[in-house]
């Protein structure tokens, strides 16, 4: 809920950060990746939104994925399978692969 003009690179950094850091504190990994969804899609929100520092192929990582348009939709599809296979239920699971699918870039192959 920030204007898009101002930078949001270093806050994303921290918070990924701050995601890897507490699976040492025993974090499951339901959990985990329920915030590396939080993060990622705010980070795709952001880079969408034309924000300065969000230029493609700067090479920095965010929580594994580059931190352009590309990388976040892969980062997002892979975090949504893993959320998908760590599901209880079946419907659950579908919903997950759904998500997955939707933010999953399109692909020539």
Same mark, same amino acid.
């Given at each position: 809920?920030?204007?898009?003009?101002?930078?949001?690179?270093?806050?994303?950094?921290?918070?990924?950060?701050?995601?890897?850091?507490?699976?040492? !504190?025993?974090?499951?990994?339901?959990?985990?990746?329920?915030? #590396?969804?939080?993060?990622?899609?705010?980070?795709?929100?952001?880079?969408?939104?034309? #924000?300065?520092?969000?230029?493609?192929?700067?090479?920095?990582?965010?929580?594994?994925?580059?931190?352009?348009?590309?990388?976040?939709? !892969?980062?997002?599809?892979?975090?949504?399978?893993?959320?998908?296979?760590?599901?209880?239920?079946?419907?659950?699971?579908?919903?997950?692969?759904?998500?997955?699918?939707? !933010?999953?870039?399109?692909?020539?192959?």
């Amino acid at each position: 809920r920030r204007p898009a003009h101002e930078p949001l690179g270093a806050e994303l950094t921290a918070a990924a950060a701050q995601v890897s850091a507490l699976q040492g !504190f025993g974090l499951d990994a339901v959990r985990r990746e329920q915030l #590396s969804t939080e993060v990622l899609g705010t980070a795709l929100d952001w880079v969408l939104s034309g #924000s300065p520092g969000a230029a493609p192929g700067g090479g920095t990582l965010l929580l594994g994925s580059e931190l352009d348009e590309r990388g976040l939709r !892969f980062g997002l599809e892979r975090s949504y399978r893993v959320l998908a296979r760590l599901a209880q239920r079946g419907e659950e699971r579908i919903e997950l692969v759904e998500r997955a699918n939707r !933010f999953r870039p399109r692909t020539w192959v």
